[in-house]
């Protein structure tokens, strides 16, 4: 038993020599890979801005203990909110790499240079600084679709497993299927959320800005009335 624990030991010290000196410890958040689906009309309410960004360069900093990423992004088309076509802007991630030490966060959105998303964006602080809305589950990569030559939206592959929702007295007021009774009580009708990964995965994007568009206006009035 003592012989082969001491020939592990030696196995393990032999794997970390041979490691190159500029590896990367990249530990993982694996919690964050199983989140509760977001509905559509929830993702919409909870955004500042949504639109088709190009990512550039990207910076990582430590903060409060934790790695995240600064990705400079440029605005293609504004879809909803105060941002517009032509505008550059910074979205702030968890993880990235600092140096030798790196730290990886499933169920981030992920950022490509040159590679265009629709994203779902809320302030995060002055000077055009934001973060994704529901995490991964705000940003739709777009694929050119050879047959219609149509920019279609898909779903991201960060998202990890999702849960279904169970169905809140919020997501039927949304769909106009609530009730008021006497003594302040609500009575709900039976209503299935409406996902945002169904609304938005694999659709063209010009038919998905369009319906984006109506419902930010929709729950979102004070904004809308402030243009």
Same mark, same amino acid.
């Given at each position: 038993?003592?012989?082969?624990?001491?020939?592990?030991?030696?196995?393990?010290?032999?794997?970390?020599?041979?490691? /190159?000196?500029?590896? $990367?410890?990249?530990?993982?958040?694996?919690?964050?890979?199983?989140?509760? &689906?977001?509905?559509?009309?929830?993702?919409?309410?909870?955004?500042?801005? $949504?639109?088709?960004?190009?990512?550039?360069?990207?910076?990582?900093?430590?903060?409060?203990?934790?790695?995240?990423?600064?990705?400079?992004?440029? $605005?293609?088309?504004?879809?909803?909110?105060?941002?517009?076509?032509?505008?550059?802007? #910074?979205?702030?991630?968890?993880?990235?790499?600092?140096?030798?030490?790196?730290?990886?966060?499933?169920?981030?959105?992920?950022?490509?240079?040159?590679?265009?998303?629709? *994203?779902?964006?809320?302030?995060?602080?002055?000077?055009?600084?934001?973060? *994704?809305?529901?995490?991964?589950?705000?940003?739709?990569?777009?694929?050119?679709?050879?047959?219609?030559?149509?920019?279609?939206?898909?779903?991201?592959?960060?998202?990890?497993?999702?849960?279904?929702?169970? /169905?809140?007295?919020?997501?039927? &007021?949304?769909?106009?299927?609530?009730?008021?009774?006497?003594?302040? $009580?609500?009575?709900?009708? &039976?209503?299935?959320?409406?996902?945002?990964?169904?609304?938005?995965?694999?659709?063209?994007?010009?038919?998905?800005?369009?319906?984006?568009?109506?419902? #930010?206006?929709?729950?979102?009035?004070?904004?809308?009335?402030?243009?």
């Amino acid at each position: 038993m003592v012989s082969t624990r001491r020939a592990c030991s030696r196995a393990l010290v032999a794997l970390a020599l041979a490691l /190159p000196a500029a590896a $990367v410890l990249v530990p993982s958040d694996a919690t964050a890979s199983v989140s509760i &689906a977001v509905g559509f009309e929830l993702l919409v309410k909870d955004a500042d801005a $949504v639109a088709v960004l190009t990512p550039g360069e990207q910076t990582s900093v430590w903060e409060d203990g934790r790695i995240y990423t600064y990705t400079r992004v440029h $605005v293609d088309r504004g879809v909803a909110g105060d941002i517009g076509a032509g505008a550059d802007g #910074w979205v702030r991630t968890m993880g990235g790499v600092v140096g030798k030490v790196g730290q990886l966060v499933d169920g981030e959105p992920v950022f490509v240079r040159d590679k265009a998303s629709l *994203v779902f964006m809320r302030k995060f602080k002055a000077g055009g600084v934001y973060e *994704v809305s529901a995490r991964a589950q705000g940003q739709y990569p777009l694929k050119l679709d050879e047959a219609t030559k149509q920019q279609r939206l898909i779903r991201s592959t960060a998202v990890g497993m999702l849960l279904p929702p169970k /169905p809140s007295v919020a997501d039927a &007021a949304a769909s106009g299927a609530t009730k008021p009774q006497s003594a302040g $009580v609500v009575v709900t009708d &039976a209503v299935k959320t409406r996902l945002a990964q169904d609304v938005l995965h694999d659709r063209p994007l010009d038919e998905v800005a369009r319906e984006i568009a109506t419902t #930010w206006t929709r729950l979102h009035p004070a904004a809308s009335k402030a243009k």
